[in-house]
């Protein structure tokens, strides 16, 4: 099996790439999907979340308000560790355990942070999905509903395309062209 991991900043278009590579058979391994899922209710780091961060990150109903916690951990990123501490255990575990029953040719785990952190997981071609900032800007302002004061703060605390580009067996600029997208899903899973 092909294990190809993708990664790049908020916005650059991962998912879109991830869900093209999809359509072609390959198995669809999502960190962020993952996340949602041990942050939820009753999830495998819902609790320490809570302990660390309070209530106050809480919706009404009971559950992480992700937006809020989103604003403490963006703008601070000694709490941002804190968070990618408590989470990142469980996300990665769940990533193994899906890939060890996958029994498709090609395996994609999209991995926002597959460079900042000790990923665990062995890939064997790492792409990089980059987008012009203002590209960027605009897509997570639209996609999450938030200002661009918030955008820009989510942005500050990632990587840069040129370190992107160093750090990536391949770089992928995915300014907006579907077809380019779409060739070059093509062309990773041969």
């Known amino acids: 099996m092909k294990v190809i991991g993708i990664t790049?900043?908020?916005?650059?278009?991962?998912?879109v790439l991830a869900a093209e590579l999809e359509k072609r058979g390959a198995k669809l391994i999502d960190a962020d999907k993952i996340s949602?899922?041990?942050t939820s209710v009753g999830g495998l780091a819902f609790d320490e979340i809570v302990s660390c961060f309070g209530r106050g990150v809480l919706t009404q109903k009971g559950e992480i308000d992700r937006k809020i916690l989103g604003e403490?951990?963006?703008?601070?990123p000694q709490k941002l560790e804190l968070l990618e501490k408590i989470t990142h255990k469980h996300i990665f575990n769940e990533m193994q355990r899906q890939l060890d029953s996958c029994d498709s040719k090609v395996a994609v785990l999209d991995v926002p942070l597959l460079f900042n952190c000790d990923f665990p997981i062995k890939c064997?071609?790492?792409?990089?999905?980059?987008?012009?900032?203002?590209?960027?800007?605009?897509?997570?302002?639209?996609?999450?509903?938030i200002s661009e004061d918030a955008a820009r703060a989510r942005m500050k605390n990632q990587m840069d395309n040129e370190t992107y580009k160093k750090l990536a067996d391949i770089c992928f600029?995915?300014?907006?062209?579907?077809?380019?997208?779409?060739a070059f899903a093509d062309s990773l899973c041969l």
């Not at 792409?127 to 012009?132: C, F, N, P, S």
Request: charged letters at 30%; a positive charge.
């Open 173 to 182: 600029e995915n300014n907006g062209d579907i077809e380019k997208v779409k």
């Open 8 to 15: 790049g900043g908020t916005g650059a278009g991962k998912s």
């Open 36 to 38: 949602r899922q041990v």
């Open 72 to 76: 403490i951990v963006f703008n601070n």
């Open 124 to 145: 064997d071609v790492t792409v990089a999905v980059i987008a012009d900032p203002l590209i960027r800007l605009r897509r997570i302002m639209d996609r999450d509903n």
